[in-house]
Antibody, heavy 120, light 110 residues
Framework: QVHLQESGPGLVKPSETLSLTCTVSGYSISRGYYWGWIRQPPGKGPEWIGS???????YYNPSLKSRVTTSIDTSKNQFSLRLSSVTAADTAVYYC?????????????WGQGTLVTVSS | QSALTQPPSASGSPGQSVTISCTGT?????????VSWYQQHPGKAPKLMIY???KWPSGVPDRFSGSKSGNTASLTVSGLQAEDEADYYCSSYAGRNNFVFGTGTKVTVL
C-alpha cells in the first residue's frame, strides 16, 4: 500500500523560502506516476501547485510557476517542493500526492498534510 | 485560472440521495473527461472518490457515482449514510498541463 508523508518546517518568515519533502513508502517512485504538491488555505479549497516525474519532467500551476521548484531523489524515494518569496497568503496545509492517469489527471493517495504558517 | 464552481452546501436524510454540481468552462470540465471528486473529513486529507468523470477507485462504494454534461460535472451520493457527511471537491484537467479544483460543497446528513 502506497503511503506518503510530508515533512518540513511549520513556520516560515515572509520573503523566505518554504521547503518541504515528501517521503513515499510502499512504492518505488521511479516505477512511474507523477508526484504532486497541493495546498489548502484554512477554510478554502485545494490548489494544485505542481507535479514532477521521476524522469525530471515537471508541470507547475501558472500562477505559482515563477516561485516554485520541485525535485526528486529516487535513491531516497522522496520528492521535494521549494516555494520562494513567501507571504501570508502562502499559509496553508501542504499535501503531497501521487498524480496518476492520462496527462495525469487524478491525485491518489494523499499524504496527511502539514500546516505551514508564514509569519514573522 | 478560476476555481470550478460548486454549491456551498447540500443535505439529505439517511437513505436519500444528494447530487453536487461542479461547473467549469469548455477549457476544463467541458473540454476533457478528466474530472475527479474528493471527499474530505475535518482535519483529514482529501480522498479520491471518482476519477475520469465516472470511474471508481478500488474500495470506493458504488453509492458514489459521477457524470458530466457540457461544462458541468455532478457527483451523486445514493443511500446517504452518516459517514458521508464531509466536504466534497471536484477537480478537472484544464489543458496545457494545468489542473483546477472546485470551491467545495459541505454535505450534511440530516
Amino acid at each position: 500500500q502506497v503511503h506518503l508523508q510530508e515533512s518540513g518546517p511549520g513556520l516560515v518568515k515572509p520573503s523566505e523560502t518554504l521547503s518541504l519533502t515528501c517521503t513515499v513508502s510502499g512504492y518505488s517512485i521511479s516505477r512511474g506516476y507523477y508526484w504532486g504538491w497541493i495546498r489548502q488555505p484554512p477554510g478554502k479549497g485545494p490548489e494544485w501547485i505542481g507535479s514532477i516525474h521521476h524522469s525530471g519532467g515537471t508541470y507547475y500551476n501558472p500562477s505559482l510557476k515563477s516561485r516554485v521548484t520541485t525535485s526528486i531523489d529516487t535513491s531516497k524515494n522522496q520528492f521535494s517542493l521549494r516555494l520562494s518569496s513567501v507571504t501570508a497568503a502562502d499559509t496553508a496545509v501542504y499535501y503531497c500526492a501521487a498524480h496518476g492517469g492520462n496527462y495525469p489527471n487524478w491525485f491518489d493517495p494523499w499524504g496527511q498534510g502539514t500546516l505551514v504558517t508564514v509569519s514573522s | 485560472q478560476s476555481a470550478l464552481t460548486q454549491p456551498p452546501s447540500a443535505s439529505g436524510s439517511p437513505g436519500q440521495s444528494v447530487t453536487i454540481s461542479c461547473t467549469g468552462t469548455s477549457s476544463d470540465v467541458g473540454g476533457y473527461n478528466y474530472v475527479s471528486w474528493y471527499q474530505q473529513h475535518p482535519g483529514k486529507a482529501p480522498k479520491l472518490m471518482i476519477y475520469e468523470v465516472n470511474k471508481w477507485p478500488s474500495g470506493v462504494p458504488d453509492r458514489f457515482s459521477g457524470s458530466k454534461s457540457g461544462n458541468t460535472a455532478s457527483l451523486t451520493v445514493s443511500g446517504l449514510q452518516a459517514e458521508d457527511e464531509a466536504d466534497y471537491y471536484c477537480s478537472s484537467y484544464a489543458g496545457r498541463n494545468n489542473f483546477v479544483f472546485g470551491t467545495g460543497t459541505k454535505v450534511t446528513v440530516l
